[in-house]
Nanobody
Framework: QVQLVESGGGLVQAGGSLRLSCAAS????????MGWYRQAPGKQRELVAS???????NYADAVKDRFTISRDNNKNTVYLQMNSLKPEDTAVYYC???????????????WGQGTQVTVSS
């Protein structure tokens, strides 16, 4: 099974920066798309940013020009650099990976456990 472990969340003042990381562990798989989602209290989980294996990216309008998603395919790791943070960015951030198991060609989708990001005003 593919397991995702996130790190890098925390408390930061408005205007500050944080960098989230998410590493996939295990073997025998190929990850295609990776992404970051977030869920604020009382709200639905929403897409923040995604990236394909070849580096094509997609961002939510609310984070464009402030957040940057990147990945290292050799390390099966995705990053989210968050700059100019705002209080409305406060949420639990979840990593997501979609791929295929090499031996069975079965598709999978995995979620991380989530990491809290809190932006104070």
């Amino acid at each position: 099974q593919v397991q995702l472990v996130e790190s890098g969340g925390g408390l930061v003042q408005a205007g500050g920066s944080l960098r989230l990381s998410c590493a996939a562990s295990g073997s025998g798989f190929r990850i295609n798309a990776m992404g970051w989602y977030r869920q604020a209290p009382g709200k639905q989980r929403e897409l923040v940013a995604s990236i394909t294996r070849v580096g094509s990216t997609n961002y939510a309008d609310a984070v464009k020009d402030r957040f940057t998603i990147s990945r290292d395919n050799n390390k099966n790791t995705v990053y989210l650099q968050m700059n100019s943070l705002k209080p409305e960015d406060t949420a639990v951030y979840y990593c997501n990976a979609q791929g295929v198991y090499s031996s069975t060609l079965q598709l999978f989708g995995s979620w991380g456990q989530g990491t809290q990001v809190t932006v104070s005003s």
